[in-house]
């Protein structure tokens, strides 16, 4: 297959070299330099364009940091396969009377779309908003595209590895159709129709953000009391307290004092917000979530925009008790 993969960055880097490994052609675009290089040097196609990336491409992949971005990628899409028919319509015009040529452009504007109907499918892969998903599929439809939501969950490590938690969204048929792509990158599970996949990311991200914050409140009051980190750890994980973050994030990331989840803080906020508003949006009440996601934002103030999501625990060592 080709597919086409935007945003080459910490996720969608390993991603993309995991499909390229796999023997799919990948047409890869990033605003960034460095991604394309690394890109290339994966063995896949690096282009400077969004047209470019997507040109003949079975699959199109969004790997981006957020709804704003993914619907002005979206936007770019819909502008190129509607441009993809100029061609075929200037060529019928020269030869055609005004009204001939109307209806030339018409059909060749409608030749692009059943192209694209029964051809590129659009995957967004990035942690989105499930309701702007649900309005950017439909934005989609009226042009002749699909989209289908499988953001993902695992991290960096297990995006090498290609065993990523994949949570989709979209119609049974549209999921059959990109599963082959998926399941190179890690194991699905169908949440619903689409945006599902995005509504199951934020709430699973607002659990683990909030179970890293009382995680590292544990574990600094407890060493303070003289307890030893790795014993305690060691403890949780046999215990009722055990998270990803006494498995993973605090043995891997914050004890050896490195911070490179390859996860960033404010992405992680970005998660919690979405998370947040949606139990606005359907009315069920969340005060720890509201009351972790306001605590995040003093974080990402206080830290450099890149921060690791795992620094949380260094804002939370200095802040007032
Ligand atoms: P990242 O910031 O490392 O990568 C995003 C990439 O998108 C960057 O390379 C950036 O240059 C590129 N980009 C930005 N605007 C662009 C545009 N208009 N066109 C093309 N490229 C553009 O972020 P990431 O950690 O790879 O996360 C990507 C998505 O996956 C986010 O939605 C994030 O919330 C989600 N996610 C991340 C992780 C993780 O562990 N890092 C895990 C699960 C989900």
Same mark, same amino acid.
């Given at each position: 297959?080709?597919?086409?993969?935007?945003?080459?960055?910490?996720?969608?880097?390993?991603?993309?070299?995991? %499909?390229? +490994?796999?023997?799919? =052609?990948?047409?890869?675009?990033?605003?960034? +330099?460095?991604?394309? =290089?690394?890109?290339?040097?994966?063995?896949?196609? @690096?282009?400077? *364009?969004?047209?470019? #990336?997507?040109?003949?491409?079975?699959?199109?992949?969004?790997?981006?940091?957020?709804?704003?971005?993914?619907?002005?990628?979206?936007?770019?899409?819909?502008?190129?396969?509607? *441009?993809?028919?100029?061609?075929?319509?200037?060529?019928?015009?020269?030869?055609?009377?005004?009204?001939?040529?109307?209806?030339?452009?018409?059909?060749?504007?409608?030749?692009?779309?059943?192209?694209?109907?029964?051809?590129?499918?659009?995957?967004?892969?990035?942690?989105?908003?499930?309701?702007?998903?649900?309005?950017?599929?439909?934005?989609?439809?009226?042009?002749?595209?699909?989209?289908?939501?499988?953001?993902? *969950?695992?991290?960096?490590?297990? #995006?090498?590895?290609?065993?990523?938690?994949?949570?989709?969204?979209?119609?049974?048929?549209?999921?059959?159709?990109?599963?082959?792509?998926?399941?190179?990158?890690?194991?699905?599970?169908? @949440?619903?129709?689409?945006?599902?996949?995005?509504?199951?990311?934020?709430?699973?991200?607002?659990?683990?953000?909030?179970?890293?914050?009382?995680?590292?409140? @544990?574990?600094?009051?407890?060493?303070?009391?003289?307890?030893?980190?790795?014993?305690?750890?060691?403890?949780?994980?046999? *215990?009722?307290?055990?998270?990803?973050?006494?498995?993973?994030?605090?043995?891997?990331?914050?004890?050896?004092?490195?911070?490179?989840?390859?996860?960033?803080?404010?992405?992680? %906020?970005?998660?919690?917000?979405?998370?947040?508003?949606?139990?606005?949006?359907?009315?069920?009440?969340?005060?720890?979530?509201? #009351?972790?996601?306001?605590?995040?934002?003093?974080?990402?103030?206080?830290?450099?925009?890149?921060?690791?999501?795992?620094?949380?625990?260094?804002? %939370?060592?200095?802040?007032?008790?």
């Amino acid at each position: 297959m080709t597919v086409a993969f935007i945003g080459l960055g910490n996720m969608g880097g390993p991603m993309s070299a995991r %499909l390229i +490994e796999a023997g799919h =052609r990948v047409q890869g675009f990033d605003v960034a +330099e460095p991604p394309r =290089r690394a890109l290339t040097e994966a063995g896949g196609i @690096a282009t400077t *364009s969004i047209p470019e #990336a997507i040109r003949d491409a079975d699959v199109i992949i969004l790997m981006l940091p957020n709804s704003d971005i993914v619907e002005a990628t979206a936007e770019e899409i819909m502008a190129a396969v509607t *441009s993809n028919a100029a061609p075929a319509a200037i060529r019928d015009a020269a030869h055609a009377s005004p009204r001939d040529a109307a209806e030339a452009n018409a059909g060749a504007i409608h030749e692009a779309g059943v192209r694209d109907r029964t051809g590129a499918i659009v995957v967004d892969m990035s942690s989105s908003e499930p309701l702007r998903t649900r309005a950017l599929a439909a934005a989609l439809k009226a042009r002749g595209l699909t989209l289908v939501d499988a953001p993902v *969950s695992g991290g960096v490590a297990r #995006a090498r590895t290609g065993k990523l938690t994949i949570m989709t969204g979209g119609d049974s048929a549209d999921l059959d159709r990109v599963e082959p792509v998926l399941s190179i990158l890690g194991t699905t599970t169908r @949440a619903g129709t689409v945006g599902s996949g995005h509504a199951v990311k934020a709430l699973n991200n607002l659990m683990s953000a909030t179970h890293l914050l009382v995680t590292s409140e @544990a574990m600094l009051a407890g060493e303070r009391f003289g307890l030893d980190p790795e014993v305690m750890l060691a403890i949780f994980n046999g *215990s009722s307290g055990r998270s990803g973050s006494t498995e993973n994030k605090w043995p891997n990331f914050v004890l050896p004092g490195t911070f490179d989840s390859g996860f960033g803080l404010r992405l992680m %906020l970005k998660d919690m917000r979405i998370a947040v508003d949606l139990a606005a949006e359907v009315g069920t009440p969340d005060p720890l979530g509201q #009351a972790a996601a306001d605590l995040w934002s003093l974080a990402a103030t206080a830290l450099a925009p890149t921060a690791d999501h795992t620094e949380i625990v260094n804002w %939370l060592r200095k802040a007032p008790r």
